[in-house]
């Protein structure tokens, strides 16, 4: 029993440990939003008044145009990503056409690659398209470099469903779409919370893409954007904090609203993979 309740001990501490140096730095960034220059260089690791709050004013006034760019880019990438890597993996999982395993290998291939190998030749034919310094340019090769692995969890979920359940649905006369629509997307619901919330993170925190391609600074991201605000203010960290917190936010918010499905969703992932 000593050493059951010892174990438990150093499992507890271990994790309230790495807890700490994983929320160490996001506390950081909140006390130095709090501080001038002068606090910050002198009073580094003090906390206690004054404030300064009215650092988040001016940073919500450089930063608040590019919060609507980011819902954008993000939020299309994600529902784009999740359309379409739903409908794909429900195709390689559950019917059969001409070249199906072949055309399954070379998308899954594409995994191998480095994103960074890709970036010259996917803006050469962003420009080929006209899609430069345009929403759709980050958009669109945003939800393309997440579908080859996201194509094949939800492959490998739908395979392992009972067939038995999509038979009942076409014995009742469904159609393969509605048979999509009203099996295949319930039992994937935790996945594409997953996926969505996954998708979005990552769109949210891109940086190269956006910044080689969306040109005009009214339509800038929050990661360029706040990459912009550095390069004006170099020695204002209260400011720059304050503008790194409130980009936080957001994030925040969308992980508290579905940290349920999130968690089913990587409970589903694990099990079924």
């Not at 960034?29 to 220059?37: E, T």
């Not at 919500?60 to 819902?71: A, E, Q, T």
Request: with cysteine; charged share 10%; aromatic share 16%.
């Amino acid at each position: 029993m000593t050493k059951a309740r010892a174990a438990e001990f150093g499992k507890h501490l271990f994790l309230t440990i790495t807890c700490l140096f994983v929320f160490y730095p996001f506390f950081l960034m909140v006390q130095m939003s709090l501080k001038d220059v002068g606090q910050i260089i002198y009073e580094f690791f003090r906390i206690g008044p004054p404030f300064h709050f009215e650092n988040y004013a001016f940073a919500w006034h450089r930063v608040s145009p590019m919060i609507g760019n980011s819902v954008i880019v993000s939020g299309g990438t994600a529902l784009l990503a999740v359309v379409v890597s739903s409908v794909a993996g429900y195709a390689f999982g559950r019917m059969s056409f001409p070249g199906k395993e072949p055309l399954f290998w070379v998308i899954f291939a594409k995994l191998f690659l480095p994103g960074v190998l890709n970036l010259v030749p996917a803006f050469v034919l962003a420009w080929k398209l006209g899609l430069l310094d345009s929403y759709w340019a980050v958009i669109l090769f945003g939800a393309s470099g997440a579908l080859p692995f996201w194509t094949f969890v939800i492959r490998t979920f739908v395979q392992q469903q009972p067939q038995e359940l999509f038979d009942c649905a076409k014995i009742d006369g469904a159609g393969e779409f509605k048979t999509f629509l009203l099996i295949a997307v319930p039992l994937l619901r935790p996945m594409i919370t997953l996926l969505m919330i996954n998708v979005f993170i990552a769109e949210w925190n891109n940086y190269i893409w956006p910044l080689v391609t969306l040109t005009t600074p009214e339509k800038r991201p929050l990661t360029v954007g706040l990459a912009f605000l550095t390069s004006s203010y170099p020695g204002d960290y209260g400011h720059l904090m304050a503008g790194y917190t409130i980009a936080s936010v957001p994030l925040l918010l969308l992980f508290a609203l579905g940290m349920k499905q999130f968690v089913q969703g990587l409970t589903s992932g694990a099990i079924k993979i």
